[in-house]
């Protein structure tokens, strides 16, 4: 869920004699060097990757280049990787949840020291400590993990170290393969946008200050999840079913109706993103006829226009939608009040 790191241009005008990192003596330099920089910028402030690369129209020296200025405030340090190249790495561990902004130099003026003469800035993404994130999450019971303080805690939000354990060994190797501890994963994107469900918060799925806050809050708070952990798994073998785990056991199982070869349902596991009750669905048959079903109950969605819902069908078991999961009214109320914003659904090839 990473972005690529952002390019942007500076242009200025170059004079005077060229700053060799290493060179001999100051007094060499006739007249200060001005140069242009292009920059490359972390779309996320991390301690572990860098925050930012300069490249320059002549070689400039690390150790002349004053301090790269963040805000918040942030430590950091330049690292020679070339004669005209330098990058920027943090000193001190980013602020989770909070977005900075990075003076970066577009032109400077190079004589015994660097002076930024011109500069631009940059927002960054917010910084996510996903390992804190998964602790805080994990003792609200929204993950199947829990996790066990290896240190004493001042406070519930405080970030330790520790193990997690699944909470519910009856869970699918379908869904636990899909989890490891402090990496970006849909089981954490999940259980994140159910959080920002149940506290009124966009469900973005994404860490931003407000989710960031609430996470503390109910920490402190010991807002615990207030449902069940569920999961719906759905095959596509002969016949085509749907099992609906609950705190790792399975609660329900019944046979669905997966899309046509024309219309494939999506493969893969993702977070149930919206819900209706009831809706008319409508839209444009493999033939190029229109279509629109009135009253369609129990609705959730959980990638594109593929969601889980009820259809009266003559018979059950085999691919018959147009990428939905199918299943009878009443197999569908039952299974859509344990489908909220964030529910992780399966779909085997």
Same mark, same amino acid.
């Given at each position: 869920?990473?972005?690529?790191?952002?390019?942007?241009?500076?242009?200025?005008?170059?004079?005077?004699?060229?700053?060799?990192?290493?060179?001999?003596?100051?007094?060499?330099?006739?007249?200060?060097?001005?140069?242009?920089?292009?920059?490359?910028?972390?779309?996320?402030?991390?301690?572990?990757?860098?925050?930012?690369?300069?490249?320059?129209?002549?070689?400039?020296?690390?150790?002349?280049?004053?301090?790269?200025?963040?805000?918040? @405030?942030?430590? %950091?340090?330049?690292? /020679?990787?070339? &004669?005209?190249?330098?990058?920027?790495?943090?000193?001190?561990? +980013? *602020? !989770?949840?909070?977005?900075?902004?990075?003076?970066?130099?577009?032109?400077?003026?190079?004589?015994?020291?660097?002076?930024?003469?011109?500069?631009?800035?940059?927002?960054?993404?917010?910084?996510?400590?996903?390992?804190?994130?998964?602790?805080?999450?994990?003792?609200?019971?929204?993950?199947?993990?829990?996790?066990?303080?290896? @240190?004493?805690? %001042?406070?519930?939000? /405080?970030?330790? &170290?520790?193990?997690?354990?699944?909470?519910?060994?009856?869970? +699918? *190797? !379908?869904?636990?393969?899909?989890?490891?501890?402090?990496?970006?994963?849909?089981?954490?994107?999940?259980?994140?946008?159910?959080?920002?469900?149940?506290?009124?918060?966009?469900?973005?799925?994404?860490?931003?200050?407000?989710?960031?806050?609430?996470?503390?809050?109910?920490?402190?708070?010991?807002?615990?999840?207030?449902?069940?952990?569920?999961?719906?798994?759905?095959? /596509?073998?002969? &016949?085509?079913?749907?099992?609906?785990?609950?705190?790792?056991?399975?609660?329900?199982?019944?046979?669905?109706?997966?899309?046509?070869?024309?219309?494939?349902?999506?493969?893969?596991?993702?977070?149930?993103?919206?819900?209706?009750?009831?809706?008319?669905?409508?839209?444009?048959?493999?033939?190029?006829?229109?279509?629109?079903?009135?009253?369609?109950?129990?609705?959730?969605?959980?990638?594109?226009?593929?969601?889980?819902?009820?259809?009266?069908?003559?018979?059950?078991?085999?691919?018959?939608?147009?990428?939905?999961?199918?299943?009878?009214?009443?197999?569908?109320?039952?299974?859509?009040?344990?489908?909220?914003?964030?529910?992780?659904?399966?779909?085997?090839?």
């Amino acid at each position: 869920m990473r972005k690529l790191m952002q390019r942007t241009m500076a242009v200025a005008s170059l004079t005077g004699a060229l700053l060799v990192p290493g060179a001999a003596s100051a007094h060499a330099q006739t007249s200060p060097l001005v140069v242009r920089a292009t920059s490359q910028v972390s779309p996320r402030v991390s301690a572990v990757m860098p925050l930012a690369r300069l490249h320059f129209t002549s070689p400039v020296s690390a150790a002349l280049l004053p301090q790269l200025k963040l805000t918040p @405030a942030l430590a %950091t340090r330049w690292q /020679q990787i070339g &004669p005209r190249d330098v990058q920027a790495v943090a000193m001190a561990t +980013p *602020t !989770s949840a909070v977005a900075y902004s990075i003076t970066l130099p577009t032109s400077l003026r190079c004589g015994r020291t660097c002076t930024v003469t011109s500069s631009h800035v940059v927002q960054t993404g917010v910084a996510v400590n996903l390992l804190w994130e998964d602790q805080l999450l994990a003792q609200l019971n929204y993950l199947p993990v829990s996790f066990s303080p290896l @240190a004493k805690q %001042t406070s519930a939000s /405080q970030q330790v &170290p520790g193990s997690f354990t699944w909470r519910f060994p009856g869970l +699918p *190797t !379908s869904l636990s393969s899909q989890w490891s501890t402090g990496s970006d994963n849909v089981i954490l994107h999940g259980a994140l946008m159910n959080f920002q469900n149940v506290h009124g918060l966009p469900t973005t799925g994404e860490i931003d200050t407000a989710t960031w806050n609430a996470l503390v809050v109910a920490n402190e708070a010991h807002q615990m999840d207030p449902a069940s952990y569920n999961y719906v798994d759905v095959t /596509q073998g002969s &016949p085509e079913g749907l099992t609906l785990y609950l705190n790792g056991a399975a609660a329900l199982h019944v046979l669905v109706n997966t899309g046509i070869p024309q219309s494939p349902t999506q493969v893969g596991t993702y977070p149930v993103y919206l819900r209706y009750t009831t809706q008319t669905m409508s839209g444009t048959n493999p033939d190029g006829s229109h279509y629109s079903d009135p009253g369609i109950p129990w609705v959730s969605y959980f990638y594109g226009g593929d969601a889980l819902h009820g259809f009266i069908r003559s018979s059950y078991g085999y691919p018959q939608s147009l990428g939905c999961v199918e299943m009878p009214f009443a197999s569908a109320a039952l299974v859509w009040p344990h489908t909220p914003i964030g529910t992780l659904v399966t779909v085997h090839a």
